[in-house]
């Protein structure tokens, strides 16, 4: 399944924050590409802004026929073949360079997991793909660029880079077009295929912008939809945030199964654009990172708060709009997430630099999306949205930390929030609360209640909801908790019953075993999760390999039937018999909450603390099935498959924490 990395992510391995002044280098060159010989040719310059000797950079695949300052060739680094050393001057250094060499094969099979691990330049008819961290074009260690690109390509093939189209012409000669990125940017990436243009300009506060779709054969009938999808987002957080920046963007389609937010432009794969929700949610997601992330860039070395931003105003906000069902079933899937991954084992907020694995994500966009949610919870919605267009009409094109966003949010609500942003952001980990006592007494007709709430740990200074709940409906409330235990004195006008805590799930918090029925990702992402493979024949050990290396984080360790893991979680796999044997051996009761249907069967159960996940296959063929669909079901219970297909599937229902008067 589909999910947003974005090309800043790749980025943050090659830029360097420290290095990365007011000052952009600028580019202007012209690049000719054939993607049927994957030849590429280059020419141009590069403004190096006055100041220190700086690197060139040039991949070491490319061939440059000139590298050159004031006439001169410019000398190699000591220590490499793709890097030139610019000497030091006091006035803007121009560099004439010329450069060519050939790109690599596109691979169709990479998945996006692959193109992150190597952003190599790529090439084919069916579609080109340059990232600027494959360095295909020579540039300035360190600086955030400008540019001027003209791009060439043959007849039949377009193409474009991040900016602003100034030229296109496109006839029985060829491609050929001029854009130009005037923002100082991360890096150029450049993409190309046998696209057909759909476009349409709308109008945002009274300026234009081109939108555009570059759609490969096949993708046509979707180009209008997806026009009108992305004209609304615009126009949602123009209003929301502040001016859009740029005078255009485009959905770009990729033969392989890619999904990048870059500056202008969003370039996802053609399997991708053909799911429905991609227009509802990840589309939208993309286009708002045209301010957090490839607007205001994060600061790396100090956390990335741009997809928490993100998940929080784009997926989290259209659910929201949605219903507040809808959204609470997203804040109960972020903190059962959370549940499962094993204390300790999890990074504060401000050591987020991009998704690497599970973990990463439930921190740097769920945990951090939640804290966006408790943040407007403290100082409301009015306050947090000027907090947010005031951090970007300050910082939009440098780089910016949390402690930046916290300054923008400080003055838009007049409050310290430092206590909010250090607990939320510097911790690892989560609190835990529970209701430690309650007690209720008549008082000429009306009821007081006092109630005490406990947490353990590091003290966390927290707001928490707690509903009352009455033969007349429940009673909302609120209880400051500020050290290990806090108590708060209701009055109610009806009989209590009960105390809920926290029901609408506003607290970034460790939910209790009851509050968070075990869901596949409890196994998947513990670092140490055991396997038991039942049937002692090789095809059944090879599938459960190979299934086992795509779903879980960690390398599995196999143990035998008879003993399991005392402290982290066990894959029991085999036959429905061998598990049925399996589970009276250890004395647990008779399987299958969820059903027998189908050529298998997994469920996840909690067993003296812990967690067992089965997985029952009719022969390997079946188990075998499971390796693609399987890791990406990670929030479910249970499911029956059909081969590789999810039949039916479910989450085991969650018990809220509740005091009980009677
Ligand atoms: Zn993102």
């Known amino acids: 399944m589909f999910r947003c990395v974005c090309s800043l992510l790749l980025l943050a391995l090659t830029m360097s924050v420290e290095a990365a002044g007011p000052a952009a280098a600028h580019l202007e060159f012209r690049i000719v590409i054939d993607p049927a010989t994957r030849t590429l040719h280059g020419a141009g310059t590069l403004d190096v802004p006055a100041g220190a000797p700086t690197r060139i950079h040039l991949d070491r695949r490319f061939v440059a026929a000139e590298m050159s300052f004031e006439g001169k060739p410019l000398p190699h680094a000591h220590d490499r073949t793709d890097a030139w050393v610019l000497p030091a001057a006091t006035t803007t250094r121009r560099v004439t360079m010329r450069w060519q060499g050939t790109l690599d094969r596109l691979d169709l099979t990479m998945d996006h997991r ?57 006839d029985a000669q060829g491609y050929r077009a001029v854009f130009e990125f005037t923002h100082p940017g991360e890096g150029i990436d450049l993409m190309a295929g046998p696209y057909s243009i759909t476009e349409r300009t709308v109008t945002l506060a009274g300026r234009s912008v081109r939108l555009r779709t570059w759609f490969a054969p096949g993708l046509e009938g979707l180009a209008d939809s997806y026009l009108a999808s992305t004209a609304e987002y615009l126009a949602l957080y123009d209003r929301w945030i502040g001016a859009y920046p740029y005078t255009e963007f485009s959905v770009v389609s990729s033969p392989t199964p890619t999904g990048f937010g870059m500056p202008t432009l969003t370039y996802l794969g053609a399997d991708v654009l053909k799911q429905p929700f991609i227009r509802a949610t990840s589309l939208g997601h993309e286009v708002l990172h045209n301010w957090w992330g490839n607007g205001v860039y994060p600061d790396y070395a100090r956390g990335n708060w741009s997809e928490g931003l993100t998940t929080f105003m784009a997926d989290y906000h259209y659910k929201e709009r949605e219903s507040a069902t809808a959204a609470r079933e997203v804040r109960l899937g972020w903190l059962r997430d959370f549940a499962a991954v094993p204390e300790g084992s999890d990074q504060p907020l401000a050591s987020f630099t991009s998704r690497t694995h599970g973990t990463s994500q439930i921190v740097g966009y769920h945990k951090a999306a939640m804290t966006f949610s408790m943040l407007r919870d403290l100082i409301g919605t009015e306050a947090f949205d000027r907090g947010v267009q005031e951090f970007w009409s300050a910082r939009r094109f440098t780089f910016a930390s949390w402690d930046d966003l916290r300054i923008a949010l400080e003055q838009a609500a007049a409050r310290d929030l430092r206590w909010f942003f250090a607990q939320w952001t510097t911790r690892a980990g989560a609190p835990r609360v529970r209701i430690e006592s309650a007690d209720r007494r008549e008082v000429g007709g009306r009821w007081q209640i006092r109630v005490t709430l406990a947490q353990d740990g590091p003290v966390y200074r927290l707001r928490v909801p707690v509903s009352v709940e009455t033969d007349q409906g429940p009673i909302p409330h609120i209880v400051e908790l500020a050290a290990g235990t806090g108590s708060t004195e209701l009055d109610v006008p009806h009989r209590p019953s009960a105390i809920t805590l926290d029901p609408d799930l506003r607290v970034f918090r460790r939910l209790a075993a009851d509050e968070a029925p075990p869901i596949l990702r409890d196994a998947m992402v513990h670092p140490d999760t055991a396997a038991v493979v039942l049937p002692t024949d090789s095809a059944w050990m090879d599938a459960a390999q190979n299934l086992l290396a795509k779903l879980l984080d960690g390398r599995p360790r196999f143990v035998d039937g008879t003993s399991g893991p005392a402290t982290a979680p066990l894959v029991v796999i085999g036959s429905r018999a061998d598990i049925e044997s399996y589970r009276r051996r250890i004395g647990l009761a008779a399987p299958s909450k969820a059903g027998t249907a189908g050529s298998s069967q997994v469920w996840i159960e909690r067993v003296e603390g812990n967690v067992r996940l089965f997985i029952a296959a009719r022969d390997p063929a079946a188990l075998s099935a499971l390796a693609r669909p399987l890791p990406h079901y990670g929030k479910q219970s249970w499911l029956l498959f059909d081969g590789a297909k999810a039949m039916e599937r479910g989450i085991w229902p969650t018990v809220a924490a509740r005091w009980r008067f009677d």
């Open 114 to 170: 692959d193109t992150l691990a190597a952003p190599a330049p790529v090439a084919a008819p069916e579609g080109t793909f340059l990232p600027a961290p494959s360095h295909w074009y020579p540039s300035a260690e360190g600086l955030l660029e400008t540019w001027r690109v003209t791009l060439e390509l043959p007849r039949g093939q377009r193409g474009l880079v991040p900016g602003r189209l100034l030229e296109e012409r496109d």
